[in-house]
């Protein structure tokens, strides 16, 4: 919970946040997610919004934006 995925991941619905340098936080995590593996409601949030955030149109259409606004600053 240091870096840009506390902006992605909302803690413990579609995935762990282990605070910075504690080991057994970290585990916690571990445990949470192999829990996540067996098929339930956790699951299938946490499929969802990863493949909400993620997904190759998406991120595609995210890289013309940038790229379409480079060149028209460039002009």
Avoid: C, M
């Amino acid at each position: 919970d240091n870096s840009g995925l506390n902006t992605i991941v909302a803690h413990e619905k579609t995935g762990f946040l282990a605070k910075a340098f504690d080991s057994e936080d970290l585990a916690k995590g571990i445990f949470w997610a192999l829990q996540a593996d067996s098929p339930g409601p956790r699951r299938k949030t946490v499929r969802r919004a990863a493949e909400a955030l993620f997904d190759s149109t998406k991120i595609a259409s995210k890289y013309l934006d940038v790229y379409e606004a480079a060149l028209h600053r460039s002009k």
